[in-house]
């Protein structure tokens, strides 16, 4: 059964700080989602990962995947109050219906003054 | 463009009655999932839906759960006799194949059950 665990579950940051959020899955898969949701809202995408070593960015986040190590991280450099959001990583699912994601439980982050 | 439009908003009802969600997505997107977000479970996949083959049902929890998709594009979820453990916010979600695109959201329904 594939697991997706994502940590921290919270994180309190200043703004101007760096920090990285971390995803580990427990079984083979070389797809991996990262999305935003904010209060109330859906889910954003903002990264896709599709092969070992991937490496996207955009603004101040930054995202990798490592199939081997089974580990993506979400990077964030000098971080903004407007970052503030739940951040979820999701991984294919290969065993069940070739399609859905299961998504690890979120990180959210709260960035202040 | 038309993002995935989820209807209604905001449903709810007394415990034992019937509630039909509705979701229309991407136009073109040939995949359409379904999943359900609360707090205690976080995000779970409930039922996907590529094309015209026959639906992947193993996430739905329960048979009073069953949902169709009509001429590969609206889809319905239907819960019957609902419990109060039904209630959470359901997302629907569309994407072009193969998976190599991310999933689209809609805004979700939220279901409160009485």
């Known amino acids: 059964e594939l697991k997706v665990e994502q940590n921290p579950l919270f994180l309190s940051m200043q703004e101007g700080k760096n920090y990285t959020i971390y995803c580990n899955y427990s079984?083979?898969?070389?797809?991996l989602y990262w999305y935003r949701q904010d209060p109330g809202k859906s889910l954003e995408s903002l990264f896709v990962?599709?092969?070992?070593?991937a490496v996207k960015q955009e603004g101040r986040l930054m995202a990798s995947l490592d199939t081997k190590a089974r580990l993506s991280t979400l990077h964030i450099t000098a971080a903004v109050h407007d970052l503030s959001a739940t951040y979820f990583c999701?991984?294919?699912?290969?065993?069940?219906?070739?399609?859905?994601?299961?998504f690890g439980k979120g990180t959210k982050l709260s960035v202040k003054p | 463009g038309a993002g995935v439009s989820q209807s209604p908003s905001n449903k709810v009802t007394e415990k034992g009655k019937d509630v039909e969600l509705r979701c229309d997505p991407i136009?073109?997107?040939?995949?359409l999932y379904w999943y359900r977000q609360s707090l205690g479970q976080g995000l779970e996949f409930l039922i996907y839906f590529q094309g015209n083959s026959a639906p992947d049902k193993s996430g739905l929890p329960s048979d009073r759960f069953s949902a169709e998709r009509t001429g590969g594009s609206v889809s319905t979820l239907t819960i019957q006799r609902t419990q109060q453990e039904d209630s959470a916010v359901y997302l629907c979600a569309s994407s072009t194949t193969p998976s190599n695109q991310p999933q689209h959201f809609g805004d979700g329904t939220r279901l409160s059950i009485l």
């Open positions: 079984t083979t898969s070389d797809r």
């Open positions: 999701a991984v294919v699912n290969y065993g069940g219906s070739q399609g859905n994601l299961i």
């Open positions: 136009s073109g997107h040939t995949a």
């Open positions: 990962l599709l092969s070992n070593g």
